[in-house]
């Protein structure tokens, strides 16, 4: 997958605060290999991070997904200048096409049935943001959402000229 795009120093990070569901947390790895994009685990977590529905769903790509965990999102948060910290929440403040994305960002998304505490929405709420919904349900799917956000994100950036399909896929 060398050269998948040139601005490969210039990728987004991927936190998830409190994960629930392997099969969600497997997909996300697995976009995270796609984009390569760092996917940052903060405990705890819902589940082991040898279950078998993760790996499932991350396939065979868990060997090229960079993976940070950290202990707490206290932990998180003392090891990361905020600067460049976007949230997203069903309860976020405004569109998530109104979000300023930039090269190291971090795109953060709470747990499937919490999602991101109350506290942290406060403290930033000018750069808390939602995915619009206009059917009859409360919330996207996290790897949905992740997605949705993740590639309007490289778009944004300007990745999308770069991108290529890999010829060599192993």
């Known amino acids: 997958m060398e050269g998948f795009y040139s601005q490969e120093n210039e990728s987004i990070n991927i936190v998830l605060v409190n994960p629930e569901i392997p099969p969600n947390t497997g997909n996300i790895a697995r976009l995270c290999g796609a984009t390569k994009s760092t996917l940052h685990l903060v405990h705890p977590l819902g589940f082991k991070i040898d279950d078998k529905h993760l790996r499932r769903a991350g396939l065979d790509y868990w060997d090229k997904v960079e993976i940070i965990h950290h202990e707490s999102l206290d932990s998180f948060l003392e090891t990361y200048d905020d600067s460049k910290f976007l949230l997203f929440s069903a309860r976020g403040s405004r569109p ?3 979000s300023h994305f930039e090269p190291g960002c971090f795109l953060i998304f709470g747990s499937e049935t919490k ?3 109350e506290h942290l929405l406060k403290k930033y709420q000018d750069k808390t ?6 059917g009859r349900v409360r919330s996207l799917n996290l790897s949905t959402a992740v997605g949705i956000v993740a590639y309007e994100a490289y778009r944004n950036i300007g990745f999308g000229r770069h991108w290529r399909i890999p ?3 192993s």
Request: aromatic content about 26%; proline content about 13%.
């Open 96 to 98: 998530y096409t109104e």
């Open 115 to 117: 999602g991101l505490p």
């Open 129 to 134: 943001f939602y995915i619009p919904i206009w």
């Open 167 to 169: 010829v060599d896929q």
